[in-house]
């Protein structure tokens, strides 16, 4: 069962938080940011759009962190405006032309690794999640022949099992 968004009793500050945020706003983001010393990829995901907007929830990597969070959050108020993000579609809303990005539906044996979060607030209850992928210069995505290698290293293929 999916957190109470009215019982913030006992919980930690950023716990509610992120309570707080799904309920006033509809969905919360949480960046994961590479702790001092390591290398990897920064990501931000989203907390709530499913619970708000029956719409996936979403991750996005590589990007500079900001920019991650700017993402997961401009998804979010396209969701709340109406709009829907589907796996494989190509979308030119998220970010600046001339890039596109394309959505693939994460294998949920990735979720504990990446957005265990979004674990803590759904509880048992499923949700899906959306990856969302962007191109290299070129118009390349991380599975494509020819993709740069910084952008095929900066987003994990989390729709392979």
């Known amino acids: 069962m999916t957190k109470s968004l009215d019982d913030k009793g006992g919980l930690s500050a950023p716990d509610a938080k992120v ?16 702790q001092n010393n390591e290398k990897g990829p920064e990501w931000a995901f989203s907390i709530g759009l499913f ?3 029956q719409q996936p929830e ?3 990597f590589g990007l500079p962190f900001e920019t991650c ?4 959050n401009v998804i979010g108020q396209e969701v709340k405006a109406g709009k829907r993000y589907e796996p494989g579609g190509e979308f030119t809303d998220i970010l600046q032309d001339p890039y596109h ?3 693939r539906e994460v294998d949920r044996r990735h ?3 990446y ?8 509880e048992d209850d499923p949700f899906p999640l959306l990856q969302c992928f962007w191109p290299d210069k070129k118009g390349f995505f991380p599975w494509d022949d020819g993709c740069n ?4 290293n900066a987003q994990p293929l989390l729709f392979v099992p």
């Open 19 to 34: 309570l707080g945020d799904i309920q006033n706003v509809g969905w919360h983001v949480t960046g994961v940011f590479a």
């Open 58 to 60: 979403v991750v996005v």
């Open 111 to 113: 979720y504990a690794d």
């Open 115 to 122: 957005v265990g979060y979004a674990l803590w607030f759904y």
């Open 69 to 72: 969070m700017d993402v997961v």
């Open 101 to 103: 990005c394309v959505f």
């Open 149 to 152: 290698d910084y952008v095929k």
């Open 51 to 53: 619970h708000s907007f």
